[in-house]
């Protein structure tokens, strides 16, 4: 950074420290001003610069409208320099994010628009692991469990156990017999977005706190030399899951279609809420194919966040009536 920039940026932030909401205001445009003078000059180093460190500024200054804006703008500006994905422009982007205030209405727009850019500039058609996994960690500390879900599958290799624990403790203010429906929640739209890995890491953390939590829950711990299985007597969908996830890595479709036929009448109970995941896991793993519809892309964002698929509202969860888990608190 110049030294020209640097004088411009700490009188801009002088400005903002000592100022009232209307000199705030004011600083925040006239900052537009220059950047896009340097956007226009071609100086895009610089046009960052001055919009990352203001934007930051109104932001530990509450001015979350204000430093919100020159925060979307910041992105603009990468989106118009070309810049690429990478650990500097990220590390700005995320400095920014963190100063927003809980419920804020321009971080939404700030988190879509940071999103779409990593799609188009960076190496992840689904937008920019590291970034979903900060801004899913966020909601989860304030609780937004819908919104952190998408963000988290589409995470990096530490958010399986951030999404395993989250769905725990959604768990947890729900009914008991209810652990199947939401360790699903992690289980299938891993399985949708190819991360079979993270699936079993989910299911794995899941089960083990619910475990450690019941002492009084009856499990069976069946072992071979290919695999080890978790079965619990008093959660079949539980066991289902599991043996989904066992289904999957040996790629069997006769072994997936016995699955389905002997959990059928379970699998009956939940109102078709996993039918649209189930159908695209089978297509995707076992080839085995399933009804054209008019947008199958569409229809598998369906089932990971909402819909007929694998991540049910808190509605259709309560409207499933299943017996309660023997030893379940």
């Known amino acids: 950074m110049s030294n020209k920039i640097e004088r411009i940026i700490a009188r801009l932030q002088r400005r903002i420290a000592e100022g009232q909401p209307e000199e705030q205001y004011e600083a925040a445009q006239e900052t537009r001003l220059v950047a896009a003078r340097y956007s226009k000059q071609g100086n895009w180093a610089a046009a960052v610069d001055i919009l990352a460190s203001v934007s930051q500024t109104l932001l530990r200054s509450g001015q979350g409208g204000s430093g919100g804006d020159l925060a979307v703008l910041l992105v603009d500006t990468f989106r118009q320099a070309g810049q690429r994905v990478d650990g500097a422009?990220?590390?700005?982007?995320?400095?920014?994010?963190?100063?927003?205030?809980?419920?804020?209405?321009?971080?939404?727009?700030?988190?879509?628009?940071?999103?779409?850019?990593?799609?188009?500039?960076?190496?992840?058609?689904?937008?920019?692991?590291?970034?979903?996994?900060?801004?899913?960690?966020?909601?989860?500390?304030?609780?937004?469990?819908?919104?952190?879900?998408?963000?988290?599958?589409?995470?990096?290799?530490?958010?399986?156990?951030?999404?395993?624990?989250?769905?725990?403790?959604?768990?947890?203010?729900?009914?008991?017999?209810?652990?199947?429906?939401?360790?699903?929640?992690?289980?299938?739209?891993?399985?949708?977005?190819?991360?079979v890995r993270a699936a079993n890491t989910a299911y794995r953390i899941f089960t083990s706190a619910l475990v450690e939590d019941n002492k009084g829950l009856t499990v069976q711990n069946i072992g071979s030399q290919s695999a080890e299985l978790r079965i619990f007597p008093s959660l079949p969908l539980l066991n289902f899951i599991s043996m989904l996830l066992l289904s999957v890595q040996k790629g069997s479709p006769d072994l997936f279609r016995q699955l389905k036929s002997k959990y059928e009448a379970n699998l009956n109970e939940l109102n078709g809420i996993w039918d649209t995941a189930l159908e695209l896991i089978a297509e995707m793993y076992f080839g085995i194919q399933r009804p054209r519809q008019s947008n199958p892309l569409l229809d598998m964002m369906g089932s990971l966040f909402g819909g007929g698929g694998g991540a049910p509202s808190k509605a259709a969860l309560r409207r499933i009536d299943t017996p309660a888990a023997e030893g379940l608190d």
């Open 89 to 195: 422009s990220r590390g700005k982007l995320l400095g920014c994010l963190r100063l927003f205030q809980p419920g804020e209405p321009v971080r939404k727009r700030f988190v879509k628009e940071m999103i779409d850019w990593s799609k188009k500039f960076g190496d992840y058609p689904a937008g920019d692991p590291e970034l979903h996994h900060v801004v899913g960690t966020l909601y989860v500390e304030e609780g937004e469990f819908e919104a952190a879900e998408k963000h988290l599958v589409l995470g990096t290799k530490e958010s399986p156990e951030v999404l395993a624990r989250m769905e725990y403790e959604w768990y947890k203010q729900d009914e008991s017999h209810t652990a199947p429906l939401y360790c699903a929640r992690a289980v299938l739209p891993y399985l949708l977005v190819a991360n």
